[in-house]
Nanobody, 121 residues
Framework: QVQLVESGGGLVQPGGSLRLSCAAS????????MGWYRQAPGKERELVAL???????NYAGSVKGRFTISRDSAKNAVYLQMNSLKPEDTAVYFC???????????????WGQGTQVTVSS
């Protein structure tokens, strides 16, 4: 089984910065893509940023230029640096990764428990 532990959320003023971290542990043979999603109250969960195993990243248009996703494959970790935060960035942020526990099983999706990010003055 694979477990994800997130950290780094909190309350920040508009224009401020936060860095989210997510570390995966457990039975991991290989990790493919890693990403961050968010869900605001009353809205559906949406993709924020994604990074492939080769380091290619993609961003939602609303965060492009402000957020940066990175990964440390040696630590099975993914990070989200969030700058110039806006009130509309307020949401629960979830870490997600695609991993396989053995070479002979398919990749599966795993989710973190979520961390609250609130942008308010």
């Amino acid at each position: 089984q694979v477990q994800l532990v997130e950290s780094g959320g909190g309350l920040v003023q508009p224009g401020g910065s936060l860095r989210l971290s997510c570390a995966a542990s457990g039975s991991i043979f290989r990790i493919n893509a890693m990403g961050w999603y968010r869900q605001a109250p009353g809205k559906e969960r949406e993709l924020v940023a994604l990074i492939s195993s080769s380091g290619v990243s993609n961003y939602a248009g609303s965060v492009k230029g402000r957020f940066t996703i990175s990964r440390d494959s040696a630590k099975n970790a993914v990070y989200l640096q969030m700058n110039s935060l806006k009130p509309e960035d307020t949401a629960v942020y979830f870490c997600n990764l695609s991993a396989r526990e053995r070479f002979d099983v398919p990749y599966e999706d795993y989710w973190g428990q979520g961390t609250q990010v609130t942008v308010s003055s």
